[in-house]
């Protein structure tokens, strides 16, 4: 099932500030960040450790609150948000896709996409069966994630993120854990999910092998960002 753009926004980031601590100890983790992620489009974001990436992902997500500016999700400012409803805005409009895969070790590929559907309370738009062949892995859904190999425990995860029909993905370094020809794949298959079913996604990474796959790529650096 292919998401219509024309229904959907993306995110936008306003001159977005994230400090920590105070005077001579503060910390800016963001200065003055504008984004702007259309729904259908891959942003990778590269930089040094320590630039801020994980920040944007944090403050993009919902997870951390900015200092200041506005962070837009599906239409909706997240920095008005609060308690119980930044939480369900979360779980229904963000989707994240972890280094590892971060998948539950009991649970089997199908389970763990099902997983969301009972704590959203909903069925998922696209069922998990055709989630899990979109990305290729049809073929294991009984299998749980010691038996699967960590590009195929990264290809559940990014169906598992697409389950709740997310407005906003967000990836954090899908790459680090896989060798260079997984990694293609799989920043591949983010991109063609991204554009299949029209999610604004943000992908931070450090392997500039893989950027051919995305959109736009951008450069964060001191927690400014700009283009490459």
């Known amino acids: 099932m ?4 024309t229904t959907r926004t993306g995110l936008a980031l306003s001159d977005v500030t994230l400090t920590f601590g105070d005077g001579d100890s503060q910390v800016v983790a963001l200065d003055h960040v504008d984004l702007t992620v259309t729904p259908g489009e891959i942003v990778a974001v590269v930089g040094p450790s320590g630039a801020g ?7 993009a997500g919902g997870l951390t609150r900015p200092t200041s500016g506005s962070v837009v999700v599906g239409g909706s400012d997240l920095t008005e948000l609060s308690g119980a409803a930044l939480a369900r805005f979360r779980r229904d409009n963000v989707g994240f896709v972890f280094q ?4 539950v070790p009991a649970l089997t590929a ?8 009972k704590i959203t309370g909903r069925r998922a738009a696209t069922p998990p069966e055709k989630l899990l062949a979109a990305v290729g892995m049809a073929d294991h859904a009984k299998r749980r994630p010691g038996r699967l190999s960590g590009g195929e425990r990264q290809r559940v995860g990014i169906a598992r993120a697409l389950v709740a029909s997310p407005s906003v993905l967000l990836v ?7 060798d260079r020809r997984r990694s293609h794949e799989i920043v591949e298959l983010l991109a063609r999910q991204t554009h299949e079913f029209g999610v604004a996604t943000v992908m931070v990474t450090h392997d500039h092998d893989v950027l051919e796959h995305c959109d736009r790529v951008l ?3 001191d927690g400014r960002l700009g283009a490459v």
């Open 219 to 221: 450069e964060m650096v």
């Open 110 to 117: 199908i389970d763990q996409l099902r997983l969301v559907e």
């Open 172 to 178: 954090d370094e899908p790459t680090a854990a896989l």
């Open 2 to 5: 292919t998401a219509s753009t």
């Open 53 to 59: 990436k994980s920040s944007l992902l944090a403050v």
């Open 100 to 103: 590892s895969g971060n998948l």
